[in-house]
C-alpha cells in the first residue's frame, strides 16, 4: 500500500513570496490533515478534512493560509504571503474510517522562507 | 492539549533499555500515541495505547500508562543505534474533533 505523498520535499522562498504544498493520501482515507512543525517542536494541526470539507481549521492563520480539497482526495496548502515564521516542515496525514484513529503521515515539506 | 510535555534529550548506551516519559493533560483522553521521527521523515507511528489498559508490549516496546497522574512512558529494550530518533508522544482529548496534540518530543541517542 503505498503512503502519503507529498511535494516538493523542500522549498526556499523570499518572504512576501507565494508557495504551495501538495498532498496524496493514502487511497480510501477518508480524513486527510495538514501539520507545521516548527523546528525543535511537535507538529500542530493547521486544518482537518473529511472526504471535501473542513471538519477543523481553527489554527489555520487564514490571512495568508488556505487549503483545499476539492475532490476529497489531493489536498493543496498555500501560503501567500509567506513570512519567515513559517519557515518549518509541513506535514500532511491521513487517517482510515474510524479504528484507533492512528494518523498516517507523509515525508513532509520543509519550507525555508528568507 | 496544547502542554503534552516531554524531556527534551535522551542518552543511552547501544544494549541499554531507554525510557522515554510523557505527562498529557487530559485525562479523558481515549488514545494514546507514540511516534517516532527519524532526520528529514515523516512521523511513523509505533504504538498506541487505549485509555483503559495499564500497559501495552509490543516486541521491544512497553507503554505504561498512569492515569491519575497523566504519565505515559516508552520503554524500548536493548535499544539499538537505529532506534536514535525524536520519539513524541500524543493524546486525543475528548474535547474536539479526535485531533492529535503532540508533544515536543524527546530526541534520543544511542551511543555505540
Known amino acids: 500500500e503505498a503512503g502519503v505523498a507529498q511535494s516538493p520535499r523542500y522549498k526556499i522562498i523570499e518572504k512576501r513570496q507565494s508557495v504551495a504544498f501538495w498532498c496524496n493520501p493514502i487511497s480510501g482515507h477518508a480524513t486527510l490533515y495538514w501539520y507545521q512543525q516548527i523546528l525543535g517542536q511537535g507538529p500542530k494541526l493547521l486544518i482537518q478534512?473529511?472526504?471535501?470539507?473542513?471538519?477543523?481549521d481553527s489554527q489555520l492563520p487564514k490571512d495568508r493560509f488556505s487549503a483545499e480539497r476539492l475532490k476529497g482526495v489531493d489536498s493543496t496548502l498555500k501560503i501567500q504571503p509567506a513570512k519567515l515564521e513559517d519557515s518549518a516542515v509541513y506535514l500532511c496525514?491521513?487517517?482510515?474510517?474510524?479504528?484507533?484513529?492512528?494518523?498516517?503521515f507523509g515525508p513532509g515539506t520543509r519550507l525555508t522562507v528568507t | 492539549g496544547e502542554d503534552v510535555e516531554q524531556s527534551l534529550f535522551l542518552s543511552v548506551r547501544e544494549g541499554d533499555s531507554s525510557v522515554i516519559n510523557c505527562t498529557y493533560t487530559d485525562s479523558s483522553s481515549t488514545y494514546l500515541y507514540w511516534y517516532k521521527q527519524e532526520p528529514g521523515a515523516g512521523l511513523q507511528l509505533l504504538t498506541y495505547?487505549?485509555?483503559?489498559?495499564d500497559m501495552k508490549q509490543d516486541q521491544r516496546l512497553t507503554v505504561l500508562l498512569n492515569k491519575k497522574d497523566k504519565h505515559l512512558s516508552l520503554r524500548i529494550a536493548d535499544t539499538q543505534t537505529g532506534d536514535s530518533a525524536i520519539y513524541f508522544c500524543?493524546?486525543?482529548?475528548?474535547?474536539?474533533?479526535?485531533?492529535?496534540?503532540f508533544g515536543t518530543g524527546t530526541r534520543l541517542t544511542v551511543i555505540p
Open positions: 500524543a493524546e486525543i482529548p475528548q474535547t474536539g474533533a479526535n485531533n492529535l496534540f
Open positions: 478534512f473529511q472526504n471535501n470539507g473542513v471538519v477543523d
Open positions: 496525514a491521513s487517517r482510515p474510517q474510524g479504528g484507533t484513529y492512528e494518523q498516517y
Open positions: 495505547i487505549f485509555s483503559n489498559m
